[in-house]
């Protein structure tokens, strides 16, 4: 039985449809881990629970890397339709995100919203400073290792998965959908 204690990630998402997005992209990343599944989850999750169809154009592997996310943003912007807010699965691919639409002119969150996870020290330096998800690490790492030393001990751990509280930082770069 695998327990991993992670964050359920959908509440950022559903702050960006409150904010009238629709056509959204997101950016996750390339190792199969459990926690990156949740998180691409809790996109697909929130986006049915609005009634609001996922365009698989618009989800891509950014690799972890600033770089990539960047080019990848590109391409959504090449896309017929424009998304209005772009969802990253870590604040650093967020960061490329935000380059790419800085060189390019595209205000942030004037003209696209874009969202980031981790709550790295980075995030709120950004330009606008970055809305993104704060996980609580310590709280993770004592919940894993008292599972683990129960393992250990011979005694039984009651659950695969263990879902803790998270808190959304509300900053500055995600805002209301324009009308066109």
């Given at each position: 039985?695998?327990?991993?204690p992670?964050v359920?990630?959908s509440r950022s998402?559903r702050?960006?449809?409150?904010?009238g997005h629709?056509?959204?992209a997101?950016?996750?990343?390339?190792?199969?881990l459990?926690?990156?599944?949740?998180?691409?989850q809790?996109?697909?999750?929130?986006?049915?629970?609005?009634g609001?169809?996922v365009d698989?154009?618009?989800?891509?592997?950014g690799?972890f890397?600033p770089?990539?996310?960047?080019?990848?943003?590109?391409a959504?912007l090449?896309?017929?339709?424009l998304?209005?807010a772009?969802l990253?699965a870590?604040?650093?691919?967020?960061?490329?995100?935000?380059?790419?639409l800085?060189?390019?002119?595209?205000?942030v969150?004037?003209?696209m919203?874009?969202?980031?996870?981790?709550?790295?020290?980075?995030?709120?330096?950004t330009?606008?400073p970055?809305?993104?998800?704060?996980?609580?690490?310590?709280?993770?790492g004592?919940?894993?290792?008292?599972?683990l030393?129960?393992?250990?001990?011979?005694k039984?751990v009651s659950?695969a998965s263990?879902?803790?509280?998270?808190?959304?930082i509300l900053?500055?770069?995600?805002?209301?959908?324009?009308?066109?």
């Amino acid at each position: 039985m695998r327990r991993s204690p992670c964050v359920s990630p959908s509440r950022s998402r559903r702050r960006v449809l409150s904010m009238g997005h629709r056509r959204i992209a997101y950016i996750t990343g390339s190792a199969p881990l459990f926690e990156l599944t949740q998180r691409e989850q809790g996109f697909r999750d929130a986006m049915a629970a609005a009634g609001v169809p996922v365009d698989e154009r618009l989800i891509a592997d950014g690799h972890f890397r600033p770089r990539i996310a960047r080019q990848l943003t590109a391409a959504f912007l090449s896309e017929d339709s424009l998304p209005t807010a772009i969802l990253c699965a870590t604040d650093e691919m967020a960061l490329g995100v935000l380059a790419e639409l800085n060189a390019r002119g595209i205000r942030v969150p004037d003209d696209m919203s874009v969202t980031g996870y981790d709550n790295t020290r980075y995030a709120e330096l950004t330009h606008p400073p970055l809305t993104t998800i704060a996980q609580p690490a310590h709280e993770i790492g004592t919940r894993a290792m008292q599972a683990l030393l129960r393992q250990i001990a011979g005694k039984p751990v009651s659950r695969a998965s263990e879902y803790v509280d998270y808190q959304l930082i509300l900053r500055r770069s995600v805002g209301r959908v324009r009308e066109a």
